[in-house]
């Protein structure tokens, strides 16, 4: 899988940093920095938390995670 440019510009346009979305999860970093690069696949919760953090609407959260 290649890294989620689309998750990162939405993390990076609301928080400046993938740490500090870390943070506001209460995931760690490196956790964040694996689902964007594509090396994991967040679960049902954590793709919950990541739309509920990031304001995408229900209906375009699996568009962030499939490809394109």
């Known amino acids: 899988m290649e890294t989620n440019l689309k998750l990162k510009f939405r993390i990076i346009k609301q928080y400046r940093t993938q740490s500090r979305f870390a943070v506001s999860c209460g995931w760690?970093?490196?956790l964040i920095s694996r689902i964007i690069q594509g090396r994991q696949l967040p679960t049902p919760e954590q793709k919950n938390k990541i739309q509920v953090k990031?304001?995408?609407p229900v209906e375009e959260i699996d568009s962030f995670f499939t490809a394109e």
């Open 54 to 56: 990031l304001r995408i």
């Open 28 to 30: 760690p970093e490196n």
